[in-house]
T-cell receptor, first 116, second 113 residues
Framework: NAGVTQTPKFRILKIGQSMTLQCTQDMNHNYMYWYRQDPGMGLKLIYYSVGAGITDKGEVPNGYNVSRSTTEDFPLRLELAAPSQTSVYFC???????????????FGDGTRLSIL | EDQVTQSPEALRLQEGESSSLNCSYTVSGLRGLFWYRQDPGKGPEFLFTLYSAGEEKEKERLKATLTKKESFLHITAPKPEDSATYLCAVQAPGGGATNKLIFGTGTLLAVQP
């Protein structure tokens, strides 16, 4: 069972470059999320999606964009990379039913991104 | 302001030495409290969900408990393979369709043989 798969695992970007972090899940989960994890800080939500075609901002969305064209895939786009976006990025998914969103989220192994 | 605080930041135990990790929270209308384990270079791995005060969950050497203000993760007779960072997250109303999931900064546990 693959679960949540993220690619690439590592990436170095130059300031001003752009890239897309890929995330795919095979659990047929309807909700998907993007987080960033910085040293000494809790995970912060960037964007989330409650289903194909529906996305919304989280706590720290500036500098990022997302799309959700299928249930399985939820790519995160960085435009004009800045040093402040150096971080570890995690994608997660969960199965929410009945209007409740208190089911556990399942995480991928992350993308470690450095902006130089 | 909704907050989640984990203590201690780091904990070193001898193999077999039982202890507890703490997660204290201040949120209105708790929807759920989650414990995760995170190994170096990996994503958080789900351990437990607790929904109401008094609830307890167990898995191997781990036991999670919940009160109205905090949760404990008890580790009984730990082994070196229990070494990891343990994350606590609390879900509260607000934040759109997802409610709000607020993560603590984690407790780094090292178990020495």
């Amino acid at each position: 069972n693959a679960g949540v798969t993220q690619t690439p695992k590592f990436r170095i970007l130059k300031i001003g470059q752009s890239m897309t972090l890929q995330c795919t899940q095979d659990m047929n989960h309807n909700y998907m999320y993007w987080y960033r994890q910085d040293p000494g800080m809790g995970l912060k939500l960037i964007y989330y999606s409650v289903g194909a075609g529906i996305t919304d901002k989280g706590e720290v969305p500036n500098g990022y964009n997302v799309s959700r064209s299928t249930t399985e895939d939820f790519p995160l786009r960085l435009e004009l990379a800045a040093p402040s976006q150096t971080s570890v990025y995690f994608c997660a998914s969960s199965l929410q039913q009945g209007g409740y969103s208190n089911q556990p989220q399942h995480f991928g192994d992350g993308t470690r991104l450095s902006i130089l | 302001e909704d907050q989640v605080t984990q203590s201690p930041e780091a904990l070193r135990l001898q193999e077999g030495e039982s202890s507890s990790l703490n997660c204290s929270y201040t949120v209105s209308g708790l929807r759920g409290l989650f414990w995760y384990r995170q190994d170096p270079g990996k994503g958080p791995e789900f351990l437990f969900t607790l929904y109401s005060a008094g609830e307890e969950k167990e898995k191997e050497r781990l036991k999670a408990t919940l009160t109205k203000k905090e949760s404990f993760l008890h580790i009984t007779a730990p082994k070196p393979e229990d070494s990891a960072t343990y994350l606590c997250a609390v879900q509260a109303p607000g934040g759109g369709a997802t409610n709000k999931l607020i993560f603590g900064t984690g407790t780094l546990l090292a178990v020495q043989p």
